[in-house]
């Protein structure tokens, strides 16, 4: 692989959104469940509580961040605006502002998971 | 002087042989064009590669140069930070001999957006001005400097995964044409661009070929006009 930012920004779009594509047959399997009466919903979600998860539910969050900043980015590129500046458009706005919002919701949804645990 | 490991990548009849690393001294202004020049002549004149004009003016001497396209005439060797020069083959192009590669797929593609002009008047006599201060002039400014070295090609992502994609270039060069005023050829060129499989909309924005431009042409900026200008229905409309 090229080692540009355009090319990076491309395959964290990919990567992010295979990730959110995996959650949502997860999601949409575990739903499901209910038609099957509140014990296999129930058993279905304590498949869910095991510590691993919290941790794949703080990587859910920084993947949904991603893939929305770039999104945003790859928009205004598309509609022909900051050409000029993509890769700072990259940088700044999908990894500084999208670290920012990631560690606005990581950290209490890591606390939270250590006081229920305890 | 500084000491440089230059590493070449070796190919012959289309089959790669690897790597080789050569030891060159070389000047602090010198450039990577140099370096394989004191690759072919000091340690083996069999080394083959590309280039003409020397002045970055041609792109013959386009490669990859520690993983990225760009002409070797126009990289300093200094500029590059390492003490490693890894140059290869330009990729998504066949290769020839060691780093010389065949830019018959590039032109093939170049081809199929009808490069050349085709007036509207060809029987006309009168000068056709063209004010630098028209629209045409404005909007292509900056896009008209391509000296179709492939760095863009072989830089692009969407290339390397599709054979079919005209690539940055082709692209760059129909909506020069088709900006055109005094020519004609919208039709053959709009059928080339709309092309499911090879057209702009295989373009995924990833700004690799205008990063690696040696003529900092913004190709990714041509190719996201021309899909506005074909989703706005009115496919193209003559600049004035």
């Given amino acids: 692989m090229i080692r540009l930012t355009g090319m990076y920004a491309h395959t964290l779009q990919r990567v992010t959104g295979l990730g959110l594509l995996l959650y949502l047959f997860l999601h949409v399997r575990t739903i499901h469940k209910l038609s099957e009466g509140p014990q296999a919903f129930d058993e279905a979600l304590a498949f869910f509580r095991h510590p691993l998860f919290k941790l794949g539910e703080i990587a859910l969050l920084a993947a949904v961040i991603l893939h929305a900043l770039n999104g945003i980015r790859i928009t205004l590129l598309d509609l022909g605006h900051a050409h000029g500046r993509q890769a700072s458009l990259f940088w700044r706005l999908t990894v500084g502002a999208g670290a920012v919002l990631f560690l606005a919701g990581a950290i209490p949804m890591f606390l939270f998971a250590i006081l229920k645990v305890r | ?240």
């Fill in chain 2, 1 to 240: 002087m500084s000491s440089y490991g230059v590493r070449v990548a070796r190919n012959q009849g289309g089959i790669g042989r690897g790597y080789q690393t050569f030891s060159v001294e070389l000047e602090d202004r010198m450039t990577v064009l140099d370096a394989l020049f004191a690759v072919q002549r000091d340690h083996d004149p069999s080394f083959t590669f590309r280039c003409a004009c020397r002045v970055g003016m041609c792109g013959t001497c386009a490669v990859s140069i520690n993983g990225i396209p760009r002409l070797a005439c126009r990289t300093r060797a200094s500029s590059l930070g390492a003490p490693e020069i890894v140059v290869a083959p330009l990729p998504n192009l066949p290769v020839l001999k060691d780093v010389a590669v065949s830019m018959e797929p590039f032109f093939e593609q170049w081809k199929r957006v009808t490069p050349g002009f085709r007036p509207k008047h060809p029987e006309s006599k009168e000068l056709a001005i063209v004010p630098a201060s028209s629209q045409y002039m404005r909007m292509t400014g900056g896009k008209r400097d391509c000296i179709t070295c492939g760095a863009c090609f072989g830089a692009c992502g969407v290339k390397a995964t599709s054979g079919e994609y005209l690539g940055p270039a082709a692209i760059n060069r129909a909506l020069l044409r088709l900006a055109d005023p005094r020519d004609e050829a919208v039709a053959p060129r709009m059928k080339a661009l709309d092309s499911e499989r090879a057209g702009v909309w295989r373009c995924h924005t990833q700004f690799n070929c205008t990063a690696v431009c040696p003529k900092g042409i913004s190709l990714t900026d041509s190719i996201v006009w021309l899909k506005r200008a074909m989703l706005r229905r009115a496919p193209f409309e003559k600049l004035p």
